[in-house]
């Protein structure tokens, strides 16, 4: 690990004045500190914001406030979230390890690097990286990278399991700086790579994320998140949904649907929502939906297998939640 | 000068093999840095106070520094184990403020002030904590490497209360390796204190 200045800001306008280009804020550390140690981050000073009253649960006018700085585990365990929101609880819930959902925070998840291992390795060539040293995974070891929203220099994965559901529920960021407030749909704050991998979202490194909101949707009490991967825990997703479905009388009204593991950023499904929506909940309709799941995809050598399974991910995500009927 | 060898004189008043390794580390350390790295300049280090197993501790660290490395080099804890050592085995899983982390991803500076429980705390004087004698009973272990993590995490566990059927109980020890392949007898033993 590279040496760096360790300050502790006692209060959020401390933090916002202290940071700059080469700071990193830190919060639960487990992709910080394990980036730093293989030096792909390598800031020269840390603000420590672990102790920030950047807490919080509640509902403020039926939006869902949750405050960045709350830990993954917390989130996945509370009432209102559990109730509302079942999504976000469980996408938390699928995630990582016990011990990483305690110390990792809302904030840290939205924010973490892809685990590409090629992004990973400093021995290799990364764009995201390094920009304009390559990118080896586009022919190379491609198995569990993205299908969607690729280019020709990266094709890594966006590995926040709850970005995903927060996508599916068009849920905000609230960014802080010196210069004020502002606050960015999550959908529009995580770039697609393009000919710039390196510049991963709408956030400046001046700027510290201190909550998510979360509009009131009363039907996301009829949510889930499914994950499908190599092992049935601790692991990243190699296709994920999270769904919502607004059921009445045997009819989907609306539906809320986002993929993960299969993109570079957070994917929301607009046209297989729009096939569900006004349509009978049973299979077929399922089933004509879902063949939307992967319009575009671009499979590299070894995740050929992609589209398939997202599009079963899907199937199977519409029959836990709406039945077979 | 540094706290563990101290520590050793004023309780044992003599020169212990742990404690002369843990002295020789120490000073190891010192001149190399953490993980081989070039030293820190002196004015970036910093003050941690640590209540680790009920007793407080005072320490001057590199801020690079683990709380893994705080413990078993630093404070000669060496029951915490070092596997992966970037937060995928939970070999050096420990309790803070009661709740388990990795100790591996944790910078001993970001935790100043807290407490700290190791496997070293874990039991009520000679008695075994109740995971501790369930892991005995069951044989939930092989080679013992894990079995430090296995139960902390196992503790944690059963006082967050996430032990309904034995699906639950290996989804919440996920971020556990045994490389031995114990699960068997360590969910059996979970399940044996949860009732």
């Known amino acids: ?325 | 000068m540094d706290e563990t060898r101290q520590a050793d004189q004023a309780v044992g008043g003599g020169v212990t093999r742990r404690g002369l390794l843990a002295g020789t580390a120490v000073a190891a350390g010192a001149a190399a840095g953490p993980a081989g790295t070039t030293a820190a300049p002196a004015d970036r280090a910093v003050d941690v106070t640590l209540t680790v197993n009920g007793r407080a501790k005072s320490l001057r660290l590199d801020p690079r520094v683990t709380l893994l490395d705080t413990l078993r080099d630093r404070l000669g804890l060496t029951g915490t184990k070092k596997g992966c050592d970037r937060g995928q085995c939970g070999a050096c899983t420990v309790h803070v403020d009661g709740r388990r982390v990795l100790s591996c991803l944790t910078l001993a500076a970001s935790v100043s002030g807290r407490r700290v429980t190791t496997i070293e705390g874990l039991a009520d004087g000679g008695r075994l904590h109740p995971v501790q004698q369930a892991f005995v009973d069951c044989d939930g272990f092989q080679c013992g490497f894990c079995t430090p993590g296995q139960i902390m995490s196992a503790a944690a566990l059963v006082t967050e209360g996430h032990t309904g059927s034995d699906h639950e109980i290996r989804e919440y020890m996920s971020g556990n390796i045994c490389r031995c392949g114990a699960y068997p007898n360590i969910v059996a033993a979970v399940r044996a204190v949860a009732g």
């Open chain 1, 1 to 325: 690990m590279r040496p760096f200045a360790f300050e502790t800001p006692a209060s959020l306008d401390e933090a916002l004045r202290r940071a700059g280009d080469d700071t990193q804020f830190l919060a639960g550390g487990t992709t910080l500190v394990d980036l730093m140690k293989l030096e792909v981050m390598t800031p020269s000073r840390l603000l420590d914001i672990g102790r920030l009253p950047l807490r919080g649960i509640r509902v403020h006018g039926h939006t869902l406030h949750i405050g960045a700085g709350e830990r993954m585990s917390d989130v996945a365990g509370h009432d209102l979230v559990v109730r509302s929101f079942p999504v976000i609880a469980e996408a938390l819930r699928l995630s990582a390890s016990p011990q990483v959902r305690n110390m990792a925070t809302i904030g840290g998840n939205l924010l973490q690097r892809t685990r590409c291992g090629y992004f990973r390795d400093t021995a290799t060539p990364c764009n995201k990286r390094d920009p304009g040293s390559g990118c080896p995974a586009i022919h190379g070891e491609n198995r569990t990278h993205a299908i969607l929203g690729t280019s020709d220099d990266c094709a890594a994965t966006h590995p926040s399991d709850l970005a995903v559901a927060l996508v599916a529920l068009d849920a905000s960021v609230h960014l802080a700086s010196r210069d004020g407030t502002r606050r960015v749909r999550l959908a529009d704050f995580y770039h697609l790579p393009g000919r710039t991998p390196h510049v991963e979202h709408d956030r400046s490194p001046g700027e510290l994320m201190t909550a998510v909101t979360v509009p009131a949707l009363p039907w996301a009490r009829r949510s889930t998140y499914v994950k499908v991967r190599d092992r049935s825990s601790y692991e990243f997703a190699l296709t994920s949904v999270a769904l919502a479905l607004d059921l009445h009388g045997g009819t989907i009204r609306a539906a809320r649907v986002a993929a993960g593991g299969v993109a570079t950023r957070p994917w929301r499904l607009s046209a297989v929502e729009r096939a569900l929506t006004g349509r009978p909940a049973r299979l077929e309709t399922y089933e004509v939906a879902a063949a939307h799941a992967a319009e575009g995809a671009r499979p590299l050598t070894h995740n050929g297998f992609k589209p398939e399974l997202l599009r079963r991910t899907v199937v199977r995500a519409l029959v836990e939640l709406g039945g077979r009927a």
